[in-house]
């Protein structure tokens, strides 16, 4: 058994390696490649990946994990072994149903998609990319047949990303948080609006990424393991547990944009920087799902980043280090703009609150696309209508409308979009439970800029897990409970209330909900 | 035949894309990589390494050359084709007689002894890594012992660098070379020692960065295909004829360390972005050998580089960036500093003229080692005693002494050093060649820093070409002779004649030498 265990995890590990390497060819090219070398790393990207699946989808792993099996289910479930060996089968049987001529002719497709969404986007001109979006969807539900036996069409695309969730669930979750979000916005949006110009001043870049490199370590990201270079569009990605690099943008007349991002990208790295390193090289090595992957970057970037505690210790540093743009401007002018809540046109740009309804959108219109009950080429105008029911404004344009996200243009249409609200909600109910754990953590934001609490609550409860458990078994182990909103719900009005002065809602809330999280008892 | 040879080059694609990518891995080790990434970066390149090699000696490999036998011997043998086939099977018949469990062994040992270099050298400790050397002598006789047939037992790994040479080759031309040299460096080091003190100040690392690469991209270093970044160890790297990169160090305190290994690697760099793009990932687009690629580097950084006509137009240029450091120093005395001949330790560190010594050392006890005619208990002793009988100096210890490359400590011996001095030569013969076809080439320097008649010239009869012909045979067909020290040693008599005022020689020399080459007569 040992050595039909051992040649299993090699197998595994020149798979993770050649990734590994396909995944340095993504980041050079995004940060330092010479652009005369487009077109060669397109082709070695791609050389790699199929290398990488191609072993991954060899008939000996299958062998090896059929002959384990007696082994595994000998193991106590928790183990590492049993882990492992869980997590490659289930990725395994995933990885040999899709035809490696299939994947190809997606990949190909896909590129070209991508090629010609990126010149019909500018142009406005949907026209131009629909044949191309049609033959997506096609792949799309073809995809997901190679998978029959679904409840929904979009579970197996969901289940990528998510794995451990369905459409039904999604759906129901996201229409729960539905009826507490809209009259949220209403609220909110019915106000004066926060005004944000102190951070549209000029701001000297080197400054911006000094700033926030400062705040990444006292977060703990630890830079003997990890980087930050600059990208178009920021990214965490990891070569190993050892070197886990982090990217971001910055704008020189906007403050918000390179810190937001480094420490959403922030919260990703800690997660992967914190798992266990005897995990190193195996499929335990990365975070469990989409969802619980992005509730780190949201817990790091909104909980704790735009929290007036957290400001309330450095905002003054960031006044010394841009006085002459800060100096005059008061904690709360600022505390209030970078929460600044609106409806605005841009998924990517949205604020908090409002973020989730362009999520909902995309993926509600994702299920009807699927399943058959919306068509490629009503979806412009499907689109503006529902955006307007949500948003109150309609899409000047296509542009910033239906052609705004890369995702459908360079991918598959199903399972990309829930992940961002998922984490969102769980953003905060990983965060309560940590302050059940530890009542001083907001104090010692507050107070010292300590953040190694929250970092090592998370660490033990969750980041050193990496793959092992799923997202409802990490969920339910980590904050006894399942997935649930009810944090998220407490905190947004708990905040925003504040913020906003809306009639029954305060910092009290939140507090009183972390207080007596899960079951409804102080502890 | 068509189907067979696309099948071919669709397989050594393959090849070249993992090949790239463990490039890529290695350069990013020596650039960006966090020190936690190593370990696991050690192991990610061992694993692509591996990949390629198995990808290369493939049967199917063979059997594709096989049938293509008869197609290949139908071909011109200038084709691209035909150069492709023969180039493929040379590679793919050396790299076959190597058996994989051979190569995955030295790369341990060497890897290990590698390590305990990195503390045996600043221990001044041979002792502790002559049981290592031992093994790595074993090795290399064994390595060598897979090409039975050879005259010389370091042909193997000489024509793994240097195909077309062997060791009597290479003996016989070090030794005239030698003849020449010794009296050579004789005269100058008894002359007054060069001033090189305008070097020793202080110059801001941005400003020679900034420099060197204005030089580079006035060269012809095309910058879309290419980028410059910071290393212990300069090296040129290319991910694709698209993607050519460079690599130098600065010392604050020492002008000659960037600029000049700038101009070095530009030098190399040219050689790679000036292949034929047809060759593309296929084994032609990479340079010939390790003699000619060293000849590219070396024309570039001395030849151009530390002549006196360069300077007349760029020491404005440098003086105007250095204004405080340079102001007052005089071209001459500049040109003198940057030409300073003198007996020194360190190879890496040596002038032109001495360094083709070191070199021959080197490469005389790597011949006496692989012989069994040196045992490596005796080589600190024999180091020295050689040492100073070429170099009138004797080395205080062994960590600069036979310590000080890092070539037999993570590598086989033999082979390895040949190549440096081969290319100072090949350097002078080619630049004789460009010159008596275009005799403006000096005066376009000197009036306008122009060089792209001389670039130019190199890439109609050298760059683009790759390794389609073998060194003996680009030699030839670019210069109209087969390798030769004349020039080489035209070009150092009247270059340091001038400088240290020798009797009989003079600028007159190398003019007249160069205009009546190859073959005695005026064009």
């Known amino acids: 058994m040992e050595t039909k265990f051992q040649e299993l995890k090699n197998r595994l590990l020149e798979v993770n390696d050649i990734s590994s390497a396909a995944g340095l060819l993504y980041w050079d090219q995004s940060t330092y490649m010479p652009p005369g070398g487009a077109a060669a790393r397109a082709r070695q990207t791609a050389t790699l990946g199929r290398l990488a699946h191609e072993k991954f989808t060899d008939p000996t792993i299958g062998k090896l994990l059929d002959a384990l099996e007696a082994y595994e289910k000998s193991l106590d479930y928790d183990s590492d072994a049993a882990g492992l060996l869980r997590v490659a089968r289930r990725k395994y049987e995933r990885a040999i149903k899709i035809p490696a001529k299939f994947t190809a002719e997606v990949a190909n497709h896909t590129s070209e998609s991508y090629q010609v969404w990126t010149e019909a986007r500018p142009a406005n001109d949907f026209e131009r990319v629909r044949p191309y979006l049609e033959k997506t969807l096609e792949y799309s539900r073809q995809a997901a047949n190679f998978f029959p036996g679904y409840d929904h069409i ?43 110009s102190c951070l549209h001043q000029h701001f000297p870049e080197e400054k911006q990424l000094a700033f926030g490199l400062e705040v990444a370590e006292q977060f703990g990201y630890d830079m003997h393991r990890g980087r930050q270079d600059k990208t178009h569009h920021p990214f965490m990605t990891k070569f190993s547990l050892g070197d886990v690099r982090i990217t971001t943008r910055t704008k020189e007349n906007f403050l918000g944009d390179a810190l937001f991002s480094t420490l959403h990208e922030t919260g990703h790295a800690l997660y992967e920087q914190g798992i266990c390193p005897d995990y190193e090289g195996t499929p335990l090595a990365r975070g469990t799902s989409s969802g619980v992957h992005e509730s780190q970057s949201r817990l790091w970037e909104n909980l704790v980043g735009r929290s007036r505690g957290f400001w ?30 609106e409806r605005s046109l841009i998924r990517t740009n949205a604020d908090e609150v409002t973020y989730n309804l362009h999520v909902m959108l995309r993926f509600d219109l994702e299920l009807a696309m699927l399943e058959g009950n919306l068509e490629i080429r009503d979806l412009p105008e499907v689109w503006r209508e529902r955006f307007e029911a949500d948003f109150g404004i309609a899409p000047p344009d296509d542009k910033d409308g239906v052609l705004q996200d890369v995702h459908w243009y360079f991918g598959l249409i199903g399972g990309a979009f829930q992940g961002y609200t998922l984490g969102n909600i769980l953003g905060a109910q990983f965060y309560a439970s940590a302050f059940k754990a530890h009542p001083e953590i907001p104090t010692e934001i507050r107070r010292e800029g300590k953040f190694s609490t929250l970092h090592n609550w998370l660490k033990e409860n969750l980041y050193q897990h990496g793959s092992k458990y799923t997202a409802p078994e990490i969920i339910e182990r980590a904050t006894g409970s399942p997935l649930s909103i009810k944090p998220y719900i407490a905190y947004l009005h708990s905040k925003y209330g504040e913020l906003y002065d809306l009639d029954g809602c305060g910092p009290a809330q939140w507090t009183e909900m972390m207080e007596t999280w899960p079951d409804g008892s102080a502890s």
Chains 1, 2 share one sequence.
């Open 312 to 341: 309330y210790h450095f905002y003054p540093k960031l006044q010394s280090v841009f006085s002459e743009q800060l100096g005059s401007v008061s904690k709360d002018t600022f505390n209030r703009a970078i929460n600044k809540v």
């Open 154 to 196: 979009a579970d197996p695309h969901i289940e990528s990303s998510d794995y451990g969730m369905k459409a039904e669930d999604v759906s129901r979750v996201f229409a729960e948080l539905r009826q507490e979000l809209v009259p949220l916005v209403s609220a909110i949006t019915s106000q004066e609006p926060a005004d944000d």
